[in-house]
């Protein structure tokens, strides 16, 4: 008999009164997807930077690791419905200056002024260099802090992380389905550095 492996899907209630309530800048996002900062070496020739970051904040179906108060490792998941719900729900509740760096304090200077979901296999993330599957939540940040600015330059953060409360919903799947994941993923990585190779 394969081996199992804890799946949780995330899902929220139908009032609304669970979801995302921050996002986090952090240096090593949970769903493996780093960011792109934007200054004027990138879309436009402007004196300033535009201090612009885009990402993605929820992948559908992606499976993400946990680790329980046990010690033990689980994943979490997301639905292309539940993702939508969050994306509605977090604007709809004005939580567009609520940010965290690394999941530890609230910062300022950090506003969401875009969000869309990702609907066809070509749209602005495509053009911002993503290859993302649809349902994906996508993010745009202005950043006004100098600091934290200072720290995406850096590398010091990387990526987008959601903070939030959610119903959990249990599942399992098998070592099998975990490893075609995996060979999967390696697959793409190799694609990705013949691309930049040749």
């Not at 009164?17 to 792109?36: H, M």
């Not at 689980?74 to 939580?95: P, S």
Request: net charge negative; aromatic share 8%.
């Amino acid at each position: 008999m394969a081996n199992k492996k804890k799946v949780v899907k995330c899902v929220i209630d139908a009032e609304g009164k669970l979801g995302i309530t921050a996002i986090s800048l952090v240096e090593f996002p949970a769903i493996e997807e780093t960011w792109v900062h934007l200054s004027e070496h990138r879309l436009q020739a402007v004196n300033e930077e535009r201090m612009m970051l885009y990402g993605a904040a929820l992948i559908p179906d992606k499976h993400i690791l946990r680790i329980d108060e046990e010690g033990n490792d689980y994943y979490i998941t997301f639905d292309k419905e539940t993702i939508q719900k969050c994306a509605h729900l977090y604007l709809k509740k004005n939580l567009q200056h609520s940010a965290t760096l690394e999941h530890q304090f609230a910062v300022t200077g950090c506003t969401l002024v875009e969000s869309w979901i990702v609907e066809s296999e070509v749209d602005k993330s495509t053009h911002l260099g993503f290859s993302l599957p649809v349902g994906t939540w996508m993010l745009g940040m202005k950043v006004d802090d100098a600091d934290i600015w200072n720290d995406v330059k850096s590398g010091a953060v990387k990526g987008f992380s959601i903070e939030g409360i959610f119903n959990e919903v249990s599942v399992t799947m098998s070592i099998e389905s975990l490893l075609s994941d995996l060979d999967r993923l390696l697959n793409q990585v190799s694609q990705g550095l013949k691309g930049e190779v040749g």
